[in-house]
């Protein structure tokens, strides 16, 4: 055990180091990139926005601290003429380490041999000795400290940068209290809905049931027929076993238990198998998203079902679950008879749903179909 650990620190500190190269090595080739970014982005906001992407994959592997937000817009140009700088600075320091290392490796050969050393120039044999070598240790290593300490210190504005202008604008802000105005009232509105809904389910199903078996046990109380009480008997389990169906059905709606414990896709597995419609989850996250992420996912794929159930006439539906640099995507698909309607109160509950997660939901239902519900969701 003390001999695995630390040689465990030691494997994880090497790759971190690798990564941290190849991150600071990357980001000197991609200065020329960033700089058509930025040009190509004063006309085409796209360019700048794939130039950006690629930087935040490079960035997700340099440093471990979190990203925040994505510079968009106008901001996006001006990450990457700042980003190219900052690029053409770790080149700069790069060729100083380089020029050093050189130096250092031309002056001990320069001092075992007795050979000229041209780097420092000594084109005669001899003018390089140890004292020569023990002279130049204390500056060297000094500027090698310099030169790292500037690397360390790039690794930190990259984020610091990023950060800086990923921060969104007073027009955005004022854009996003708006948008959060907004989602807060249908959010409302969807529960109320919701709750309505469920009260209607709890009338129509369940109380009219519960009324049906207190008839029926009354009429079996008052039977002195032991071959009709019974039965009445056998028809109360009956509808007693029904009434349970109902109450689960019920609170599957309001909330799965199995969601809060086991998870997304535990939760849309057993969705699945409940649903007469062949359904196939092709579920490929590593990891766990958070609780609301795993709600707003799980109840957009319950609607979108409810509505392939009822309307779509569908022989198949495929839900996909992948994650992406940061966000969450869930595709559901069916092929049906298409024409669904965005403005419905399901689908409008759901998408105000998604909205107050920073989200963004997509519906793809031509008439004839297919129909495709997409739902991209922030999973920092």
């Not at 044999?125 to 020569?132: A, D, E, I, K």
């Not at 009219?208 to 008052?222: H, K, M, P, T």
């Amino acid at each position: 055990m003390t001999t695995t650990l630390p040689t465990e620190a030691k494997v994880r500190g090497a790759r971190r180091a690798g990564r941290i190269a190849v991150g600071l090595g990357l980001g000197v080739l991609m200065v020329p990139v960033d700089l058509a970014g930025m040009a190509g982005g004063l006309f085409a906001p796209r360019a700048a926005q794939s130039v950006v992407a690629l930087e935040q994959c490079r960035l997700a592997n340099l440093s471990s601290a979190p990203l925040r937000g994505h510079p968009t817009g106008h901001r996006a140009a001006g990450y990457l003429a700042v980003r190219a700088l900052v690029g053409a600075l770790t080149a700069i320091i790069l060729m100083l380490i380089v020029a050093g290392l050189v130096v250092a490796v031309s002056v001990l050969i320069g001092a075992v041999t007795g050979g000229a050393v041209p780097v420092m120039d000594a084109p005669e044999p001899g003018r390089v000795t140890w004292m020569t070598a023990a002279v130049l240790v204390l500056p060297g290593l000094v500027l090698m400290y310099l030169a790292a300490q500037g690397l360390i210190g790039i690794v930190g504005m990259e984020v610091r940068l990023w950060n800086l202008f990923s921060r969104p604008g007073s027009g955005e802000l004022e854009q996003r209290v708006v948008q959060l105005t907004s989602a807060r009232a249908e959010v409302i509105e969807a529960i109320d809905e919701e709750r309505r809904r469920i009260e209607r389910d709890i009338h129509d199903g369940v109380q009219q049931r519960v009324v049906a078996l207190s008839i029926l046990l009354g009429r079996a109380e008052r039977e002195s027929e032991p071959r009709q009480q019974a039965d009445m008997h056998r028809r109360a389990l009956v509808e007693t076993r029904n009434i349970l169906d109902d109450l689960r059905a019920v609170s599957w709606r309001v909330y799965p238990a199995m969601l809060d414990r086991d998870g997304l896709r535990s939760a849309l597995d057993a969705l699945a198998d409940r649903t007469p419609v062949p359904t196939h989850i092709d579920y490929r996250l590593t990891r766990r998203p958070p609780r609301p992420v795993e709600s707003a996912c799980y109840f957009t794929a319950s609607e979108a079902i409810t509505n392939v159930i009822k309307h779509a006439a569908a022989q198949r539906v495929d839900i996909t679950v992948t994650q992406g640099a940061g966000s969450l995507t869930m595709l559901v698909r069916d092929d049906g008879r298409g024409g669904a309607d965005p403005s419905g109160h399901g689908l409008t509950g759901i998408a105000a749903r998604i909205t107050a997660l920073d989200g963004n939901m997509a519906i793809d239902s031509p008439a004839g179909g297919p129909t495709t519900i997409r739902v991209e969701v922030p999973c920092g």
